[in-house]
T-cell receptor
């Protein structure tokens, strides 16, 4: 069992669907992150939350909507996605925000948009 | 911002061989981590090593912060070592880790 769990592990959706990715961390951390990894591309940081407040949004399209209801849970709400949004979405957490905290990842949610 | 470069980008090894992966970074850091991304996509923490040397079984890592590089050593490689190895560095309190592009390792039986 990992300290960071993501569901679902696989998701196929049409462009008009609305779905959500869920992340839960059991490590008592204060910061949570969403990353996107497309095929043969580097990891892209999408959103950062610290103590449930969003502190960074790296110019992510509004069809991706994050939600952090408490320090243990992070969601990524998806709507009207495009086929190029197909990717592996990774959630991570760290005790401290930013450079000095050790980062732990979940197993990822592999998204396919048809 | 800080730049992170990993080399080589790709590496193919025969099972049992040893290898060294390198991570260079452009500024002083207070955090450096090595990750292994397995074929299913999960990133596994290997080392948290802002400085010094650590060993875990067949893997070891050394970071020379003053010279701005870190090395990951894999000895007696196994097919299960295949995947992508990422180096990530942090250099200030509120800035997320910066990832390198990774080294893709293939170990052949």
């Amino acid at each position: 069992e990992t300290g960071v769990t993501q569901t679902p592990r696989h998701l196929v959706m049409g462009m008009t669907n609305k779905k959500s990715l869920k992340c839960e961390q059991h490590l008592g951390h204060n910061a949570m992150y969403w990353y996107k990894q497309s095929a043969k591309k580097p990891l892209e940081l999408m959103f950062v939350y610290s103590l449930e407040e969003r502190v960074e949004n790296n110019s992510v399209p509004s069809r991706f909507s994050p939600e952090c209801p408490n320090s243990s849970h992070l969601f990524l709400h998806l709507h009207t996605l495009q086929p190029e949004d197909s990717a592996l979405y990774l959630c991570a957490s760290s005790h401290l925000l930013g450079g000095s905290g050790e980062l732990f990842f979940g197993e990822g949610s592999r998204l396919t948009v048809l | 911002g800080i730049q992170v470069e990993q080399s080589p980008p790709d590496l193919i090894l025969q099972e049992g061989a040893n290898s060294t992966l390198r991570c260079n970074f452009s500024d002083s850091v207070n955090n450096l981590q090595w990750f292994h991304q397995n074929p299913w996509g999960q990133l596994i923490n290997l080392f948290y090593i802002p400085s010094g040397t650590k060993q875990n079984g067949r893997l070891s890592a050394t970071t020379v912060a003053t010279e701005r590089y870190s090395l990951l050593y894999i000895s007696s490689s196994q097919t299960t070592d295949s995947g992508v190895y990422f180096c990530a560095v942090g250099y200030s309190g509120n800035t997320p880790l910066v990832f390198g592009k990774g080294t893709r390792l293939s170990v052949i039986a």
